[in-house]
């Protein structure tokens, strides 16, 4: 069956530290591929999406995400994270065999210490 | 502004008492879904639909309800809500159901 895995629940990065939050599917072809930021009481926001071409991603809020075929990852980057980055991030498939579904991993919360 | 909306924000019923969140969008949008979130267990789809009377069972359906007469609009109904449907509840929308998904600012419901 098809699956999104976040292997980390909860990250701790120092402000101004670079952050890497992992991202692996399960899915037999390149699906469609995407990360959402969700601040505290808010809804989901999307980052950054990858649908072909580049696979390296530029998104918003100084995010970047690399897709590696090999590996079945669509990580997510950040040089240097702000103390407003803290929220929780998800990683999310779109399955290219139907056009009805997103496949969504667990969440990883980021937590920023000053 | 593209958006959508559902309402309420926050909503505290009692065990039985129907209820119902309303959701809208207006990007003209032909998916739209329904999930919930729950801790550790990120997002579920409750339902979808792929165009105006179209629905389908997403992951997790007991207990649910929704129609779609109405190309922006896509209610979630709780025929008799239970305290383990007490959630954060998401509507979404996007042109396709694999492409990117707009949300709203969710429903808090507690289900005493």
């Known amino acids: 069956a098809q699956s999104v895995t976040q292997p980390d629940i909860h990250i701790t990065v120092s402000e101004g530290a670079s952050l890497e939050l992992r991202c692996n599917y399960s899915y037999g072809a390149t699906p469609y591929l995407f990360w959402y930021v969700q601040s505290p009481g808010q809804g989901l926001q999307l980052l950054l999406k990858?649908?072909?071409?580049d696979t390296l991603v530029q998104g918003i809020k100084g995010f970047e995400a690399e897709f590696k075929r090999s590996q079945s990852s669509f990580n997510l980057r950040k040089p240097s994270v702000h103390w407003s980055d803290a929220a929780e991030y998800f990683c999310a498939v779109g399955r290219i065999d139907s056009n009805y579904q997103l496949i969504w991993g667990a969440g990883t919360k980021l937590i920023i210490k000053p | 502004e593209a958006q959508v909306t559902q309402n309420p924000r926050y909503l505290i019923t009692v065990t039985g008492k129907k209820l119902t969140v309303t959701c809208s969008q207006n990007?003209?949008?032909?998916?739209m879904s329904w999930y919930r979130q729950d801790p550790g267990l990120g997002l579920r789809q409750i339902y979808y639909s792929m165009n105006v009377e179209v629905t389908d069972k997403g992951d997790v359906p007991e207990g649910y309800k929704v129609s779609r007469k109405e190309k922006r609009n896509f209610p979630l109904i709780l025929e008799s809500p239970s305290p383990n449907q007490t959630s954060l509840y998401f509507c979404?929308?996007?042109?396709?159901?694999?492409?990117?998904?707009?949300f709203g600012q969710g429903t808090r419901l507690t289900v005493v």
């Open positions: 979404a929308s996007s042109k396709e159901g694999n492409t990117e998904a707009f």
């Open positions: 990007m003209n949008h032909e998916y």
């Open positions: 990858y649908f072909s071409g």
